[in-house]
C-alpha cells in the first residue's frame, strides 16, 4: 500500500508518493487547481492508479502552534478528500517545509523560474517523509 503526501495550496497541490513500504516518499507531480471538483477527481485518479491506502496533507499551523483560517480551510479540504476517496487521511504539521524544500533547491543553484515549478513537489515530499519517519518509531 502507498501513502500519497499532498502540499495544498490555493493554486497547486504539490503532490509526492511512498514507496510500497512506506519507507520514502519521493515526488509524483504538482497539480495546477482549477475547480473543486476537478482537484478531487484527479486525485482520485491518482490514488487509483498507484494503490494508495492513505492520504497525508500538509497542515499549516501558526509558527506559535495555533489553527488559523488556512488550518481551517485544509481541515475542510481534508474532510472532502476523505469522503470523495475513502481513505484515511492524516494531517502532517507542515511549518517550514516550503522553507526546507527552497533551501534544497537554493543550494542545488536552481534557477527562480525551475524553483517555482517543482516547490510544492518538494514541499509534499517533506511532508510526506516525516510522516513516514514518524510511523516508523512507533
Not at 27 to 32: A, D, E, F, I, P
Not at 71 to 97: A, H, K, S
Amino acid at each position: 500500500m502507498r501513502i500519497m503526501g499532498l502540499d495544498v495550496g490555493e493554486k497547486r497541490i504539490g503532490i509526492a508518493f511512498s514507496d510500497e513500504l512506506g519507507w520514502t516518499a519521493q515526488g509524483h507531480s504538482v497539480l495546477v487547481r482549477s475547480n473543486l471538483q476537478q482537484d478531487l477527481q484527479h486525485l482520485a485518479g491518482l490514488c487509483a492508479n498507484y494503490g494508495v491506502g492513505e492520504v497525508v496533507v500538509g497542515f499549516p499551523r501558526n509558527m506559535n502552534g495555533t489553527v488559523g483560517p488556512k488550518g481551517v480551510e485544509i481541515l475542510e479540504f481534508g474532510e472532502l478528500l476523505q469522503n470523495n476517496l475513502g481513505l484515511p487521511v492524516e494531517y502532517w504539521d507542515e511549518r517550514l517545509t516550503t522553507v526546507a524544500a527552497q533551501r534544497v533547491l537554493l543550494e542545488a543553484n536552481i534557477t527562480r523560474r525551475k524553483r517555482k515549478q517543482v516547490i510544492d513537489k518538494l514541499a509534499a515530499v517533506h511532508i510526506l517523509q516525516g510522516y513516514l519517519d514518524r510511523q516508523a518509531h512507533k
